[in-house]
């Protein structure tokens, strides 16, 4: 039995926009980070040269990081989103994070990390969505 003043629908109500609005900040994250391959730069900077100069020396080669990243998102709450890029070589071995974050011999190559740009699109997200919260209620 709902309370009187109905507060049982309107809290229900709060966390269906919630969980869509986290949906919306996830997808839109992730669209953010697959930009990168196309672009070659994390946000505005763009990737370090390799050393190696016989073609293809693009970080997107094969591809497969790429769509990692496109399938990165593996939990949406209300509260929390989580996303992991799960690309490995021929081994088994993952080697997302030695791009992302290079190593002595390889330079960084970023393409899921958070930049300005990334955070004010975020908050534009969250203000659009909790927005329509208030107007639900």
Do not use: C
Request: aromatic share 8%; glycine share 6%; hydrophobic share 35%.
């Amino acid at each position: 039995m709902g309370s009187k003043f109905g507060f049982d629908k309107k809290a229900a109500a709060i966390d269906g926009l919630m969980l869509g609005a986290m949906k919306r900040l996830a997808f839109e994250t992730k669209d953010y980070f697959v930009k990168s391959f196309d672009n070659e730069a994390w946000g505005k900077v763009k990737w370090a040269d390799l050393k190696r100069k016989e073609p293809p020396a693009k970080l997107n080669v094969t591809g497969t990081m790429k769509q990692r990243t496109q399938d990165s998102i593996k939990l949406i709450t209300k509260s929390k989103v989580l996303m992991e890029n799960t690309a490995t070589d021929d081994r088994g071995r993952r080697y997302s994070n030695y791009h992302n974050e290079g190593t002595d011999r390889m330079p960084r190559r970023s393409f899921m990390k958070q930049t300005s740009e990334l955070t004010d699109l975020q908050v534009q997200i969250l203000i659009e969505e909790t927005g329509k919260i208030w107007k639900r209620i």
